[in-house]
């Protein structure tokens, strides 16, 4: 059974950074891809990043390139969200998910079967 754990989260001041990172077990995750996704209050889980597993294709929601960065840890099965410069409007519920093949659907939170508990960050202006 897949399971996503993220840690990392936490209270940080405007211009700030964080790195959350998602620990992967239950599988092997070749031909799944990893994504971050963010909901904050009153608003609809949107796409982060996403990370290819196989192959290391990196996926980013276009107002955030530049601030943020995926990674993977082959060895250690685990993804990272670095993110940098971080805005009050970053302030949400960071989860880590997983799907295999995920395709067409990278970008939607229905095409992912496998999520995480989620992680807190809160930016503070």
């Known amino acids: 059974q897949v399971q996503l754990v993220e840690s990392g989260g936490g209270l940080v001041q405007a211009g700030g950074s964080l790195r959350l990172s998602c620990a992967a077990s239950?599988?092997?995750?070749?031909?799944?891809?990893m994504a971050w996704f963010r909901q904050a209050p009153g608003k609809e889980r949107e796409f982060v990043s996403g990370?290819?597993?196989?192959?290391?294709?990196?996926y980013y929601t276009d107002s955030l390139k530049g601030r943020f960065t995926i990674s993977r840890d082959n060895a250690k099965n685990t993804v990272d969200l670095q993110m940098n410069s971080l805005k009050a409007e970053d302030t949400a519920i960071y989860y880590c998910?997983?799907?295999?093949?995920?395709?067409?659907?990278?970008?939607?939170?229905?095409?992912?079967?496998?999520w995480g508990q989620g992680t807190q960050v809160t930016v503070s202006s």
């Open positions: 239950g599988r092997t995750f070749s031909g799944y891809t």
């Open positions: 990370i290819r597993w196989s192959d290391g294709n990196t």
């Open positions: 998910a997983s799907e295999f093949a995920v395709g067409g659907s990278l970008y939607r939170p229905d095409g992912y079967s496998y």
